[in-house]
């Protein structure tokens, strides 16, 4: 047969088409991917094409024979990386990364169930190969041909215009998705496997670089100020008041503390909590200090009282990181630890950061009952989720440390009217309407989580932390803000005291207190070590317990803001805390003198401390010090 007859379009167009409706065919049928709208879709269906478009499209460069070679290894090499992920995904139902492919459980437990993990209908997935390769052999004088410049301008025109038109549709879908890296998942949805891996590579090597040219001689520097700075030179004032008790950490999804003890609609937003202060140590003035990994970055925070990274998701960007975290602490003295969360695994990378951190279970989606009816907006609604977790948390090994994180309070905050109690507040923004509904649908949740705690028996051996992980209402809903909390307008100064999220510390049989000092996430874990009566003195950490009155003067947020007993600083402002009076302003002191900056001196330190611990997770410093956690 000649292919004269035949009019077929050059062959690397031809075996992009063909890959990209192979590529698509996997990520709809054979991968579990979700989508949520007719956008996602669309950005499915055309991303295949516009990555295999722009890795076979280089083939225009080459001369006839090395052009074919090129387009058979290629395909071959592309269906090989789709293969693996395959493979690797029928097992962890995760995306291969780069330390991954090199941690030694995963490749192992890979390894021993790889031919268990390969179905025969796999051989199709050779179908475009095997075209591509016969094509290229059999009829090379047909379909080989030399480019001249002004098509192999077009080829790559057409291919980067293709990976820009990919790149805007994903952004406008998940603005920031490249910066914040939400999810695997998420990426391979957006802009393809393939770019995800080229994506990983870049991230990898990057966090590698910086890694490669630490030696730990950064070490006493930070040593030094932490024992300065951080570290209380005053015993807790209640130290191991719950030695051997077990810990249940609650994060509340988006919960911030204007809701506490406030109203909508002439009606309380948060009565359980609210009733809940009177009877545990509750921080009025305590603050979120998450970036861009939001949950994670808390998540992070409270285990190992280190910051979240400027930019990006520690637990993504580090997640191979040797850390002194929470529950490797809470392991050598005797303790089990748990998370509980009813979302996707390998969201915010959990998975493989929960294993580094030393958890050793993780409840993920797949322990829980998930149906149309009990889930709503991102997943499992609170009660639900709180109400299956109930049995799984009266078998764990006692004594524990265990994590719950809630869902249902998240942008955009739907919730079903069956489930809401009360009305929805009236401004222009939809979101904070609804947020307070959703927030007083969790606050229902906790309380019905605390009776079935009371009920199994779980409550007594316990204490339990309750706190909200980041902000829900972002400055974009200033107006309506504003309007809800009877403001003019929000202000930089307003915009750091709506950082505060609820922190609740409940000891059954302790009556509690209010507490007013400046507090932050950075607290949460010296703070419940020492509670559990675990000393832990060699560790580098910077947040302080909270029961004790020699602590550091100032809580910083991770974009270089800080609250001190005296001041607030945010956006190069500096105000007095109580009234919030601007004291100094950069801006304005090129124009009239408005005295000196008393917020720079610790300006200044918030700096120091921030890139120290920028450095300890840049350099993975941890390797270099040993720590003795007893
Ligand atoms: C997802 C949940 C929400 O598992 O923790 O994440 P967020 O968007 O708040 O970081
Ligand atoms: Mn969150």
């Known amino acids: 047969m000649s292919l004269r007859r035949f009019q077929i379009p050059p062959l690397y167009i031809l075996a992009s088409i063909l890959f990209g409706i192979k590529t698509y065919i996997v990520y709809r049928f054979m991968f579990n991917i979700s989508i949520e709208n007719i956008m996602q879709e669309f950005i499915l269906l055309i991303n295949p094409f516009a990555s295999a478009f722009l890795f076979l499209a280089l083939s225009v460069w080459f001369k006839n024979k090395r052009q074919m070679k090129f387009l058979r290894f290629a395909t071959l090499m592309g269906t090989l990386i789709l ?208 970036e861009q990994g939001k949950t994670s970055d808390h998540e992070f925070l409270i285990d190992n009282s280190l910051y979240p990274l400027p930019r990006g998701a520690v637990f993504f960007t580090h997640g191979q990181n040797e850390y002194n975290s929470t529950p490797d602490i809470l392991k050598e003295n005797g303790y089990y630890s748990a998370v509980f969360h009813a979302n996707n695994k390998s969201f915010w990378n959990r998975d493989v950061m929960y294993e580094n951190l030393g958890y050793d279970h993780f409840y993920e989606q797949s322990a829980y009952e998930i149906t149309d009816e009990n889930s709503i907006g991102w997943g499992l609604k609170d009660k639900s989720f709180f109400e299956q977790s109930i049995k799984y948390l009266q078998s764990l090994p006692e004594p524990y440390y265990s994590r719950f994180i809630t869902l249902t309070n998240h942008y955009p905050f739907e919730l079903g009217e069956e489930d809401a109690s009360i009305e929805q507040y009236d401004s222009n923004s939809r979101t904070l309407n609804q947020y307070f509904q959703t927030a007083r649908y969790t606050d229902e949740a906790l309380e019905q989580f605390f009776a079935q705690l009371k009920e199994s028996g779980v409550y007594e051996d316990s204490i339990i932390v309750i706190m909200g992980d980041h902000y829900g209402i972002s400055d974009f809903h200033n107006k309506a803000m504003s309007m809800y909390l009877n403001k003019e307008e929000i202000t930089p100064y307003d915009h750091v005291q709506l950082q505060k999220v ?105 700096q120091k401390e921030l890139s120290y611990s920028d450095q300890i997770i840049y350099g993975d410093l941890f390797r270099f010090y040993k720590i003795n956690n007893n």
């Open 83 to 290: 293969f693996l992920n395959l493979v690797f995904y029928r097992n962890f139902t995760d995306f291969i990364t780069i330390p991954v492919l090199f941690q030694g459980s995963n490749a192992a437990d890979l390894g021993s169930s790889f031919f268990s993990l390969i179905n025969p209908t796999d051989i199709f997935l050779l179908l475009d190969v095997a075209i591509v390769w016969f094509l290229s052999k059999r009829y090379e004088s047909h379909v080989a041909t030399t480019y001249n410049k002004r098509a192999k301008t077009i080829a790559l025109s057409a291919s980067i215009l293709f990976l820009l038109g990919n790149y805007v549709l994903a952004e406008i879908e998940r603005p920031q998705l490249l910066q914040r890296t939400f999810d695997r998942e998420y990426l391979v949805k957006n802009i393809g496997l393939f770019n995800y891996h080229v994506y990983d590579t870049v991230l990898h090597s990057k966090s590698k670089a910086q890694r490669v040219f630490a030696d730990g001689n950064e070490m006493p520097d930070i040593e030094k100020y932490v024992e300065q700075n951080a570290t209380s030179k005053e015993e807790s004032k209640l130290f191991g008041i719950a030695e051997g008790k077990n810990v249940i950490l609650i994060s509340l999804e988006s919960m911030q503390s204007f809701v506490i003890n406030n109203t909508v609609n002439g009606e309380e937003v948060t009565p359980f909590m609210n009733d809940l202060i009177d009877d545990s140590y509750y921080f009025e003035n305590f603050y979120h200090q998450t």
């Open 502 to 606: 609820p922190f609740f510390i409940h000891i059954p049989g302790q009556e509690g207190k209010l507490m007013s000092k400046i507090s932050g996430q950075i607290d949460v874990k010296p703070t419940l070590l020492h509670l559990l009566g675990i000393e832990n003195k060699d560790d580098i950490s910077f947040g302080t317990d909270l029961f004790t009155d020699d602590r550091k003067e100032f809580v910083a947020l991770r974009d270089g803001s800080f609250i001190s007993d005296d001041y607030v600083y945010s956006k190069d402002q500096c105000f007095d805390r109580t009234t919030g009076e601007l004291l100094f302003s950069k801006s304005v002191v090129e124009t009239e003198d408005t005295g000196e900056n008393v917020c720079q001196p610790i300006n200044d330190m918030v």
